[in-house]
């Protein structure tokens, strides 16, 4: 169910929000659930999907602006106007397909560094919306990719930390100003 907040899909001089980058400790932190969905949150969610749209993203996690709470914002067609974002509260994954597939991420949080993830290829996830709603969503392929990667977050997982190629891995982050310190490898 795509949400009923709108905001301009356009890029701001100065987001509302600041990133933060792999280094910092916020970004290892876990996200606490959100017990109430207000007015507070819905603008929360405003200024989340400004700087998401301001830094050429589609998706962006509460953790990534210091935030720790459960919130995540998605947007897979930022260029379509009539498209609306995917506000998910408090998410939690009930089903992954066995059906596993390697594609490319990047992270705003890790700008410039694109590289190979494995993940499974469809998701169904329990959520609330911006009104506090309880839903259900099934997704595949970029949208299912997405919604893992930006729930990562939540637990103080960054995508590099799936990536197996560590050579690779190590080389994008020193190329882009990165440590190879700052990933935290999954098992």
Known sequence: MPSEIAVEKKKLKNPPLTLHYLGDRVLRQDAKRIAKVDDEIRQLVREMLQTMYSSDGIGLAAPQVGIHKQLIVIDCEPDNPDHPPLVLINPTIKQMSKEVCVAQEGCLSIPNVYLDVKRPEGVEIAYKDEY????????????ARCIQHEMDHLKGVVFVDRVDNSLNLAQELSKNGFSYQAVKPVA
């Open 132 to 143: 506090g709603r309880p839903k259900t969503l099934k997704a595949n392929d970029l949208l």
